[in-house]
């Protein structure tokens, strides 16, 4: 028989997010703390763009690298936190946490508000790869567990995985340990899904015309009620904007990953296994995540200064666009003929936003898009721009740019490595200073690719209009270094058979022409009537590159979805489906929980 502290601790633990991005809204942390009870609050601040960023921050001033939003929001809300007992968690300090940290330390004290911090570090690889602007390995949720269990108010870290802000506090409250696989599995499914803050809120969702502007106006911040055994309901604070429902969640669970294996530093989650119930207005259960031993390697994010880059933007405009494109072009390539250096990369793409008899000038125009790329500034910078603006007078009728370049700017390259585990220092520094390295003692296990599993019974044969994917499936996609994902997802069993034959790789790169050279690779999940497929290379060297028109793939779902092919018209006319999925999809059978 467990006495009331005990039991008190297999409460369930309720962590909310306020920052998907270093950008997000500033207000989110004051909201969440004031919107509804909470344990742990979240904030994800970390990007490998945001690494960049940071990188270059500390280049000016080593003192810095850590996201200085977090520090202002904390004036406005240490003391709120304080009062409400709220536990703050976040990895906002990037490259530099001790700074961080003491930075949060030095406002408490000019607050006047007692408060225990501590930071977790040695993500920070840089001695290992010299000639990287940032090397971070993705560290899990240990650090975090420890720091909380030894008292810690607030607790910043560096590059940690996204979901680790979650499976940290929740190891920590229900005592966990690394062999506890299908909790903390658990865990990291809850915190992916909290990770991008409101997109689990409807935001950036697929079939948001199906709700109205004002619902969708502000989006309430998500949070999980986590449970002992690592089953969780996505939720919102009552009374904000937005609403979860399967479809948000569903969409949040393909965001930026791959296969079924959802690998990282506390646990392999089996993505597989993943069960959604709706239990009521804005409620999500998801259950029966089932886990694996991590693997032996931990991934290192690096950033190098790729070089300079420059663009320019031709406005083409009325008749003969394809003409007035080829001179321009012919003008541009031979002035870096005849100048002293042409650029290293030089990339056109011609954009037709032209309609025929436009009843305006916007409307009636083409854009011609020129982006140069080298080692050095020069060739991007006064060569192009004395290359392009010197065709003022003697070019294509209608001669104009959306605006002159400039002297050209640096860009990075995104590359993933990896590290041993055992060769990371994982430190917990915890309140007081006191240095506590994190050791797992848990066997490791090589990632595999699961082999692909049954498809469902097609379709029978039926008519069949032409019409756009989006009618009947969603989509949500993303970036991971060079790569993109694209998860595509239906709402009922009879899409999802027709779904998973129609969909093949080849319908694919039909579909994005742009995916037609390189390897795609698709990912079946039938727990979610959804699939996954990685664009290898599509965008270059990462998003920082800026390699292509949408440097984060955030739009190639939607571009997916606005394809035309031949659907059935029984799903075409079908009505609109429930919010929740039937219980016959769950092929896992997990027992049900009853918080």
Same mark, same amino acid.
């Given at each position: 028989?467990?006495?009331?502290?005990?039991?008190?601790?297999?409460? &369930?633990?309720?962590?909310?997010?306020?920052?998907?991005?270093?950008?997000?809204?500033?207000?989110?942390?004051?909201?969440?703390?004031?919107?509804?009870?909470?344990?742990? +609050?979240?904030?994800?601040?970390?990007?490998? +763009?945001?690494?960049?960023?940071?990188?270059?921050?500390?280049? @000016?001033?080593?003192?810095?690298?850590?996201?200085?939003?977090?520090?202002?929001?904390?004036?406005?809300?240490?003391?709120?936190?304080?009062?409400?007992?709220?536990?703050?968690?976040?990895?906002?300090?990037?490259?530099?946490?001790?700074? /961080?940290?003491?930075?949060?330390?030095?406002?408490?004290?000019?607050?006047?508000?007692?408060?225990?911090?501590?930071?977790?570090?040695?993500?920070? /690889?840089?001695?290992?790869?010299?000639?990287?602007?940032?090397?971070?390995?993705?560290?899990?949720?240990?650090?975090?567990?420890?720091?909380?269990?030894?008292?810690?108010?607030?607790?910043?870290?560096?590059?940690?995985?996204?979901?680790?802000?979650?499976?940290? &506090?929740?190891?920590?409250?229900?005592?966990?340990?690394?062999?506890?696989?299908?909790?903390?599995?658990?865990?990291?499914?809850?915190?992916?899904?909290?990770?991008?803050?409101?997109?689990?809120?409807?935001?950036?969702?697929?079939?948001?015309?199906?709700?109205?502007?004002?619902?969708?106006?502000?989006?309430?911040?998500?949070?999980?009620?986590?449970?002992?055994?690592?089953?969780?309901?996505?939720?919102?604070?009552?009374?904000?904007?937005? =609403?979860?429902?399967?479809?948000?969640?569903?969409?949040?669970?393909?965001?930026?990953?791959?296969?079924?294996?959802?690998?990282? &530093?506390?646990?392999?989650?089996?993505?597989?296994?993943?069960?959604?119930?709706?239990?009521?207005?804005?409620?999500?259960?998801?259950?029966?995540?089932?886990?694996?031993?991590?693997?032996?390697?931990? @991934?290192?994010? +690096?950033?190098?200064?790729?070089?300079?880059?420059?663009?320019?933007?031709?406005?083409?405009?009325?008749?003969?666009?394809?003409?007035?494109?080829?001179?321009?072009?012919?003008?541009?390539?031979?002035?870096?003929?005849?100048?002293?250096?042409?650029?290293?990369?030089?990339?056109?793409?011609?954009?037709?936003?032209?309609?025929?008899?436009?009843?305006?000038?916007?409307?009636?125009?083409?854009?011609?898009?020129?982006?140069?790329?080298?080692?050095?500034?020069?060739?991007?910078?006064?060569?192009?721009?004395?290359?392009?603006?010197?065709?003022?007078?003697?070019?294509?009728?209608?001669?104009?740019?959306?605006?002159?370049?400039?002297?050209?700017?640096?860009?990075?390259? =995104?590359?993933?490595?990896?590290?041993?585990?055992?060769?990371?220092?994982?430190?917990?520094?915890?309140?007081?200073?006191?240095?506590?390295?994190?050791?797992?003692?848990?066997?490791?296990?090589?990632?595999?690719?699961?082999?692909?599993?049954?498809?469902?019974?097609?379709?029978?044969?039926?008519?069949?209009?032409?019409?756009?994917?989006?009618?009947?499936?969603?989509?949500?996609?993303?970036?991971?270094?060079?790569?993109?994902?694209?998860?595509?997802?239906?709402?009922?069993?009879?899409?999802?058979?027709?779904?998973?034959?129609?969909?093949?790789?080849?319908?694919?790169?039909? +579909?994005?022409?742009?995916?037609?050279?390189?390897?795609?690779?698709?990912?079946?999940?039938?727990?979610?009537?959804?699939?996954?497929?990685?664009?290898?290379?599509?965008?270059?060297?990462?998003?920082?590159?800026?390699?292509?028109?949408?440097?984060?793939?955030?739009?190639?779902?939607?571009? /997916?979805?606005?394809?035309?092919?031949?659907?059935?018209?029984?799903?075409?006319?079908?009505?609109?489906?429930?919010?929740?999925?039937?219980?016959?999809?769950?092929?896992?059978?997990?027992?049900?929980?009853?918080?």
């Amino acid at each position: 028989m467990t006495g009331p502290e005990e039991q008190a601790a297999k409460a &369930p633990l309720r962590i909310g997010n306020a920052s998907g991005f270093y950008g997000d809204r500033f207000d989110a942390l004051r909201d969440m703390l004031t919107g509804g009870p909470l344990d742990v +609050l979240t904030g994800d601040y970390l990007a490998e +763009l945001t690494m960049l960023i940071l990188g270059r921050d500390r280049l @000016k001033d080593p003192s810095r690298g850590y996201a200085k939003t977090f520090l202002r929001q904390l004036e406005e809300c240490l003391g709120l936190a304080q009062e409400r007992g709220v536990k703050i968690v976040a990895n906002a300090g990037g490259l530099n946490p001790g700074g /961080l940290a003491h930075a949060v330390e030095e406002l408490a004290g000019r607050l006047g508000i007692a408060v225990r911090v501590a930071h977790v570090e040695g993500d920070d /690889l840089g001695a290992r790869f010299p000639d990287a602007l940032t090397a971070n390995t993705y560290l899990g949720g240990a650090g975090i567990a420890a720091c909380l269990r030894a008292g810690a108010d607030i607790v910043v870290t560096g590059r940690v995985t996204d979901a680790a802000l979650v499976t940290g &506090p929740a190891a920590a409250h229900f005592g966990w340990g690394d062999g506890d696989l299908d909790r903390l599995a658990g865990a990291v499914v809850a915190g992916h899904v909290l990770e991008c803050g409101t997109q689990a809120t409807g935001g950036n969702y697929a079939f948001f015309g199906e709700r109205s502007a004002r619902e969708l106006l502000r989006p309430g911040f998500p949070l999980a009620e986590i449970h002992e055994d690592g089953s969780c309901v996505v939720t919102k604070h009552d009374g904000t904007g937005g =609403f979860v429902d399967v479809g948000t969640v569903t969409a949040q669970l393909l965001y930026e990953t791959s296969g079924a294996r959802y690998a990282g &530093p506390d646990v392999t989650a089996r993505l597989d296994t993943v069960t959604l119930t709706q239990e009521g207005p804005d409620r999500v259960r998801v259950r029966g995540v089932r886990g694996e031993a991590p693997p032996p390697d931990l @991934k290192v994010g +690096l950033n190098r200064l790729g070089g300079f880059r420059n663009e320019v933007v031709f406005v083409l405009t009325g008749l003969d666009v394809e003409a007035k494109a080829d001179l321009v072009r012919a003008q541009v390539e031979d002035a870096f003929a005849r100048g002293k250096s042409r650029p290293q990369e030089v990339r056109w793409e011609l954009v037709r936003t032209d309609r025929p008899d436009a009843d305006g000038e916007e409307a009636a125009s083409a854009l011609l898009r020129l982006v140069v790329r080298d080692p050095q500034q020069e060739p991007v910078g006064r060569a192009l721009s004395g290359a392009a603006i010197e065709l003022a007078l003697g070019s294509y009728p209608g001669f104009h740019v959306t605006a002159p370049p400039g002297k050209g700017a640096p860009y990075g390259v =995104f590359e993933a490595a990896y590290a041993e585990r055992g060769t990371v220092d994982h430190i917990a520094v915890l309140p007081g200073g006191e240095r506590l390295p994190v050791r797992s003692a848990h066997p490791t296990l090589a990632l595999e690719d699961l082999g692909r599993p049954p498809l469902p019974e097609p379709l029978p044969a039926g008519p069949t209009r032409r019409a756009p994917l989006g009618l009947v499936a969603g989509a949500r996609s993303g970036d991971k270094g060079g790569d993109a994902n694209v998860g595509v997802w239906v709402r009922t069993d009879d899409a999802w058979r027709w779904l998973a034959h129609e969909l093949t790789v080849e319908r694919f790169r039909e +579909l994005i022409p742009e995916a037609a050279q390189l390897t795609v690779v698709r990912h079946d999940l039938p727990n979610l009537r959804a699939l996954n497929f990685v664009v290898e290379g599509i965008l270059g060297a990462g998003v920082a590159s800026q390699a292509r028109f949408d440097p984060q793939a955030k739009g190639l779902g939607e571009w /997916l979805r606005a394809r035309h092919l031949d659907v059935p018209a029984a799903l075409l006319d079908a009505p609109a489906p429930p919010a929740a999925p039937p219980e016959a999809i769950d092929a896992n059978e997990p027992t049900e929980v009853h918080p």
